[in-house]
T-cell receptor
């Protein structure tokens, strides 16, 4: 089952503009994570925000979390052509016993035009 | 260097054959995961393992099998029962508590010929 859903599916902006991607999820979480994937490569972790945090920064990245709305957003400021990639949110589901599934949303394809 | 390694990078399979994808990590992680990614799509969970000798089915386990005999290794076998196996396969590992980030391999692209 898909826990997270990103919005928009695709986003195209000019270099220097800000890019905002949103993620909605369904169940209670301990944390929410954002990953980046360049075409044909593995995913790289960007930032993790815990359920008791509302906002977190890392360089040009800013993540917010609203647990009452079950949503998160990723803001990339002053975008660069090198930011072109797919971005995914991920959450951990606790399954039977203590097994933990790491599940991903469908992703946002970001294109930054030079 | 600590990391997670998938091999091979590209794999071609004839219809009706089983193939095994390798995933090895030296990060001392208890949890390991296999995902399938189709073009332009997100990641779908095939199998995951929280500890040696134990694993659980994900959302699309049919036609796949795994083993976890060693902490470092989590091979995935794509069996002939998987009717549409052409896809990009990603392996990941993390701490088993789910409170930290996952690390991914570079993926294996499987094509049925």
């Amino acid at each position: 089952s898909q826990q997270g859903e990103e919005d928009p599916q695709a986003l195209s902006i000019q270099e220097g503009e800000n890019a905002t991607m949103n993620c909605s999820y369904k169940t209670s979480i301990n944390n929410l994570q954002w990953y980046r994937q360049n075409s044909g490569r593995g995913l790289v972790h960007l930032i993790l925000i815990r359920s008791n945090e509302r906002e977190k920064h890392s360089g040009r990245l800013r993540v917010t979390l609203d647990t009452s709305k079950k949503s998160s957003s990723l803001l990339i400021t002053a975008s660069r052509a090198a930011d072109t990639a797919s971005y995914f949110c991920a959450t951990v589901l606790i399954s039977s016993g203590s097994a933990r599934q790491l599940t991903f949303g469908s992703g946002t394809q970001l294109t930054v035009l030079p | 260097d600590g990391g997670i390694t998938q091999s091979p990078k590209y794999l071609f399979r004839k219809e009706g054959q089983n193939v095994t994808l390798s995933c090895e990590q030296n990060l001392n992680h208890d949890a390991m995961y296999w995902y399938r990614q189709d073009p332009g799509q997100g990641l779908r969970l095939i199998y995951y393992s929280q500890i040696v000798n134990d694993f659980q089915k994900g959302d699309i386990a049919e036609g796949y099998s795994v083993s976890r005999e060693k902490k470092e290794s989590f091979p995935l076998t794509v069996t002939s029962a998987q009717k549409n196996p052409t896809a990009f396969y990603l392996c990941a590992s993390s701490s088993s508590d789910g409170y930290r980030e996952a690390f991914f391999g570079q993926g294996t692209r499987l094509t049925v010929v």
